[in-house]
């Protein structure tokens, strides 16, 4: 079998899994580039013999982490043999944040919104780098993901290579997009300041009706006062005023 001298980029697909003598491991990279669909993504298996290596897979490493792999690829000696990539080094270029397990009995979040704006972002980007002069390379990388990911969320991960010109760009339009939101007026709150309705709780809670009745019928002209007195009551219910009779109430 013929070992090319290779090296690649991709997530962790899998948690590494330990090989069949000790100070060895095995796992899974996917590789995806930034301008390449799901349907294209390769899946490479990965293994090692260096044991620091492998403890490091074993223990440290987890799905969705991003992986500097480089090593030799084995090619099979036969159309229907395997290949494999027998690393020597591994760089973790990006690592998902820890979280715990998942609970069996805990609802499923709806994370489409989320995934939703993460493709559009990584589009945009994506877009926003191929536009570049001619012969200049990539030298940056934008890594674009959810946070506390698991192996489930490895797809919508997204890896974009810039060129210095290009990221300078991106940092002006950033800070004018800044810019311009500073500028716009605070959005209105969905929900009344506590204090504000605690405030207008209490102007209500000490209002007295008859009082307030017998204000509005003081101010009303004689000829008015029994349409007006029917009115409050439709809005307050039966209302005892003073100087009118109940049968005119």
Avoid: K
């Avoid at 580039?33 to 293994?47: L, W």
């Avoid at 027998?86 to 990006?94: C, F, R, S």
């Amino acid at each position: 079998m013929e070992r090319i001298p290779f090296a690649l980029t991709g997530y962790l697909g899998t948690a590494a899994a330990p090989g069949d003598t000790v100070g060895t491991a095995s796992w899974r990279l996917i590789s995806s580039p930034a301008d390449c669909t799901a349907e294209e993504e390769a899946v490479i298996p990965c293994t090692t013999s260096v044991p620091d290596l492998a403890h490091t897979l074993l223990t440290e490493c987890q799905p969705g982490d991003l992986l500097r792999v480089t090593g030799h690829l084995t090619l099979p000696g036969s159309a229907d043999g395997g290949f494999r990539l027998d690393a020597d080094t591994v760089e973790v270029l990006w690592g998902v944040p820890l979280s715990g397990p998942p609970q069996d009995d805990a609802p499923a979040d709806d994370h489409s919104a989320r995934n939703r704006a993460i493709l559009a972002l990584a589009e945009a980007l994506t877009g926003f780098a191929y536009e570049r002069t001619p012969g200049e390379q990539p030298d940056i990388r934008i890594i674009i993901g959810p946070v506390g990911i698991n192996e489930l969320d490895v797809a919508h991960c997204h890896s974009i290579d810039v060129t210095t010109a290009r990221t300078h760009q991106l940092a002006d339009a950033v800070d004018a997009m800044r810019a311009t939101l500073d500028s716009q007026p605070p959005p209105l709150a969905d929900g009344l300041d506590p204090q504000t309705l605690a405030d207008l709780t209490d102007l209500f809670e000490g209002l007295d009706l008859t009082e307030l009745t017998q204000a509005v019928l003081d101010a009303t002209r004689p000829e008015d006062r029994l349409a007006v007195t029917r009115a409050l009551d439709d809005m307050f219910g039966d209302i005892p005023v003073a100087g009118i009779e109940d049968t005119d109430q």
